[in-house]
């Protein structure tokens, strides 16, 4: 089985400050990696993914995160938060053994909200 | 179209009836997902296609539930004698390859049953 954590509902963070959104995830093997962003009536939008390699990945509109093996964790970040980030982000997991199936298990969701 | 494309994008639902769920996805992706998305949770998967091929139904919730590919394009997800608790919003989203590639999802179908 897999499983995705996002201990905040919400975070709040100032414009221009540094942003972290935190993810934890459990599976039996190895993991590939994926934060989605959703904004209001809209579809999910992929920002970036682990699949190997360098822990830190670099994605769209300038986020980042950070794949810790040893803490089984996936927290997303931006150095310079902005008011138009403000959505709702999602983690989520998929094995990468195969015939593991495709399918992406998803966290429950942390609603980012940035103030001027 | 240059995304994957849902209709309707809204559907009201008398409890009982059947509905049908329709997902274009992007040109010439291998694989199909559906999700389901009930209010203030992250989608919880449905089941999966390679081509036609339906490999993993495992979120089907129940037997009135039912998804089919026929050509390997178009998808039909549908609900039969809709219930309260299946009113939430149907994700649909594919992927050029299986494995490591992310999925492009659509923007849903918000299913109301009343």
């Known amino acids: 089985a897999q499983s995705v954590a996002q201990p905040e509902d919400q975070v709040n963070v100032a414009e221009g400050n540094p942003l972290t959104v935190k993810c934890t995830y459990s599976?039996?093997?190895?993991?590939?990696l994926f934060w989605y962003v959703q904004y209001p009536n809209r579809g999910l939008q992929f920002l970036l993914k682990?699949?190997?390699?360098?822990?830190l990945v670099k994605g769209s509109y300038g986020f980042e995160a950070e794949f810790n093996k040893s803490q089984t964790s996936f927290h997303l970040k931006k150095p310079s938060a902005l008011v138009s980030d403000s959505a709702l982000y999602f983690c989520?997991?998929?094995?990468?053994?195969?015939?593991?199936?495709?399918?992406?298990?998803f966290g429950t969701g942390t609603q980012l909200k940035v103030e001027l | 179209g240059a995304g994957v494309s849902q209709s309707p994008r809204y559907k009201v639902a008398k409890r009982g009836q059947d509905v049908a769920l329709r997902c274009d996805p992007i040109?010439?992706?291998?694989?199909l997902f559906w999700y389901q998305q009930a209010l203030g949770q992250g989608p919880e998967f449905l089941t999966y296609?390679?081509?036609?091929?339906?490999?993993?139904k495992s979120g089907l919730p129940s037997d009135r539930f039912f998804a089919e590919r026929p050509e390997g394009s178009v998808s039909t997800l549908k609900i039969q004698r809709t219930q309260q608790e299946d009113s939430a919003v149907y994700l649909c989203?594919?992927?050029?390859?299986?494995?490591?590639?992310?999925?492009?999802f659509g923007q849903g179908t918000r299913l109301t049953v009343v």
């Open positions: 989203a594919s992927s050029p390859g299986t494995g490591n590639t992310e999925a492009f």
């Open positions: 599976v039996s093997g190895n993991p590939y």
């Open positions: 682990y699949i190997t390699g360098d822990n």
């Open positions: 989520a997991v998929r094995l990468t053994r195969t015939g593991g199936g495709n399918k992406l298990t």
């Open positions: 040109s010439g992706h291998v694989s």
């Open positions: 296609f390679q081509n036609e091929a339906q490999l993993d």
